[in-house]
């Protein structure tokens, strides 16, 4: 069940209540609080009878990337083996393919959640898409598999 902002105001009220005097004044000075939190946090300050200083918000410092395109990804390959799904990344990675595993974390675990969340997924930029297929279909048919008189020297 989703939270309500009544109910995460009143954990974060829950949450600086249960703070030391300085714990809550070095929160309130760290500047990374939400409206909400600073709110709450000048409310229990005055609750103490502490006097808020006043409170100055540290923006994140962004680093420009420079220029982007927006890529999307696209599932080429799911599996309920993490492995597997591993073994056709790296193929693909050898390729020249980036790939990522969606999901591999919470389906190694907690197995049983695989099948809920679909096992994992392989997904490849959008625009490597046919080629990722093409090669998962290869490893899928046994044509990347070795041979005994292969050499491997």
Known sequence: MPHSQDDHRNELADTFRELGDEELVERWRSGNLTEVAVEVARAELARRGISA?????????????GPQGDVSFVTVAR???PFQIEMLRAR???EGIEAFAVDAG???????????VGGVRLMVPRESADEARRIVELVKAGRFALRDDDDLG
Request: glycine share 0%.
């Open 92 to 94: 693909l990675k050898a």
């Open 79 to 81: 599996s309920l083996e």
């Open 106 to 116: 919470i389906n190694q675990v907690n197995p049983l959640v695989s099948i809920a």
């Open 53 to 65: 200083p006043p409170f100055s918000r540290i923006e994140p410092v962004h680093e420009d990337p």
